[in-house]
């Protein structure tokens, strides 16, 4: 088989590989990214926390997102039967955005890599990593084009950021179980037909479902006059429900009061699709010429909307070390890289189990909670989960159960 060289390969084009590859390549790095599917492409994860423009701006692509005409988002609402509170993201502890975008992410995605290739990095769609040999200095990709036709290809360092398909992982055997049960998450686009007061199309709306408090719902506003709905439950949450994808949604939105009120009048144009067991773990953030990236690496739950930020950092926080290794540098890839990026996982994890066990909920429903700390835990929701000066960040599990039995002893 043909056998050609490169510095850096990147494993998939989505908002991790698209990063990372402008940011090495602004650092003057020889960089190619192979992408199986041809761009646009449809992925799920519209809505964007503030944090994720932070690289987006380093890779310099703030000004054309900003172009793009997103839907502008500022903060979080929720919902719980007649209870409904928001989190304006602007009105945040740690320094940073406070604004960022909902978008489609087939337009998103394709955009960045645009932005990437405009910059010089080379993007080879339509072709597959199928295997790969790590066993010698220089690691060895085997690729697939959609021909049929296969090649090697060597690099200095493989970045992987294959998002679900998590090639390193399987590849490599590096899978490890995530700590989350598995969920399901049924979903879909509508025409909205909004002209409910209390919507703000600036903010995500999270729903808790009236009853059962581990089903929660998303609703994402884009600029065009649509909506991306869906519904996350555990598997036993829909037993007994329609088969049907469409009928077990809009089963689900007619048991929320608020949801039923606000999309009374939606258009329901596009089948309903079904991901679940999304939940994921690895063994190792990195190895002899690797790093896993994005949602290759661990992802545990959408409800705060975090995979994206946590992508992209983690492929800021790679590139930094990469750039610094491939120009001679002795790196600690555990230290440097695996350890603070899971400060701020751990951080978003938290929150996730705190959610699902209702903690963080009744933390959030709270009707008399103190400005500052509404402040500091809308960084957090705004993706700043990395920032030790928020009390809520430094000491999360402690700082959330306190204010948890705070809440809970007022109600
Ligand atoms: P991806 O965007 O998945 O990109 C990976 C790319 O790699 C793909 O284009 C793929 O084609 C390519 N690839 C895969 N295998 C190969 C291969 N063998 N060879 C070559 N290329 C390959 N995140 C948010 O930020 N906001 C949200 O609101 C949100 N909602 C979510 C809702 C649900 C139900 C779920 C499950 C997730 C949600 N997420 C959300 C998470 C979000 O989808 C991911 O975190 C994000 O897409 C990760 O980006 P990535 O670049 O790591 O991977």
């Known amino acids: 088989l043909d056998l050609q060289q490169r510095e850096v390969v990147i494993i998939g084009a989505g908002p991790s590989g698209a990063i990372a590859g402008a940011l090495l390549k602004r650092q003057g790095h020889d960089v190619l990214i192979l992408e199986r599917q041809r761009f646009p492409r449809f992925s799920i994860g519209e809505s964007l926390l503030s944090h994720c423009l932070d690289f987006v701006e380093e890779a310099g692509m703030l000004e054309a997102v900003q172009a793009a005409a997103f839907q502008t988002k500022h903060g979080a609402a929720f919902g719980w039967g007649e209870r409904y509170t928001e989190f304006d993201f602007r009105d945040k502890f740690t320094e940073g955005h406070g604004s960022t975008y909902q978008v489609q992410r087939a337009d998103f995605d394709k955009l960045l890599a645009d932005q990437a290739e405009l910059q010089g990095v080379e993007i080879r769609y339509e072709e597959e990593i199928i295997a790969a040999d790590f066993s010698s200095a220089r690691p060895r990709l085997h690729a697939r084009r959609?021909?049929?036709?296969?090649?090697?290809?060597?690099?200095?360092?493989?970045?992987?950021?294959?998002?679900?398909?998590?090639?390193?992982?399987?590849?490599?055997?590096?899978?490890?179980?995530?700590?989350?049960?598995?969920?399901?998450?049924?979903?879909?686009?509508?025409?909205?037909?909004?002209?409910?007061?209390?919507?703000?199309?600036?903010?995500?709306?999270?729903?808790?479902?009236?009853?059962?408090?581990?089903?929660?719902?998303?609703?994402?506003?884009?600029?065009?006059?649509?909506?991306?709905?869906g519904v996350v439950a555990s598997a036993e949450r829909y037993e007994g429900r329609p088969e049907d994808l469409d009928a077990c949604l809009k089963e689900f939105v007619q048991e929320a009061p608020?949801?039923?009120?606000?999309?009374?009048?939606?258009?329901?144009?596009?089948?309903?699709?079904?991901?679940g067991g999304y939940s994921a773990n690895v063994k190792s953030l990195h190895g002899p010429g690797f790093a896993l990236l994005g949602n290759a690496a661990e992802f545990l739950d959408p409800v705060f909307s975090s995979g994206v930020t946590i992508a992209m950092r983690s492929s800021s926080m790679a590139a930094a070390v990469l750039h610094r290794q491939l120009s001679g540098e002795q790196v600690d890839w555990e230290t440097e890289f695996a350890v603070p990026l899971k400060r701020g996982v751990d951080t978003f994890r938290t929150y996730v189990e705190g959610w699902y066990d209702c903690s963080f909920q009744d933390v959030i429903y709270y009707e008399h909670a103190q400005p500052e700390i509404r402040r500091m835990i809308s960084s957090i929701l705004a993706g700043y989960a990395w920032d030790e000066k928020n009390p809520y960040v430094a000491e999360s599990r402690r700082r959330l159960r306190v204010l948890a039995e705070l809440c809970r002893g007022d109600r």
């Open 146 to 229: 959609n021909d049929g036709s296969e090649y090697h290809i060597e690099a200095a360092f493989v970045l992987d950021a294959s998002g679900y398909g998590r090639v390193l992982p399987r590849l490599l055997d590096l899978e490890a179980p995530s700590s989350f049960p598995v969920r399901r998450a049924v979903f879909t686009h509508i025409e909205d037909r909004i002209d409910d007061p209390q919507f703000d199309r600036n903010k995500i709306l999270i729903t808790t479902h009236p009853e059962l408090r581990d089903v929660w719902y998303w609703t994402i506003p884009f600029s065009n006059g649509r909506c991306s709905l």
């Open 258 to 275: 608020n949801l039923r009120r606000i999309l009374k009048n939606a258009q329901w144009d596009t089948p309903a699709r079904l991901i």
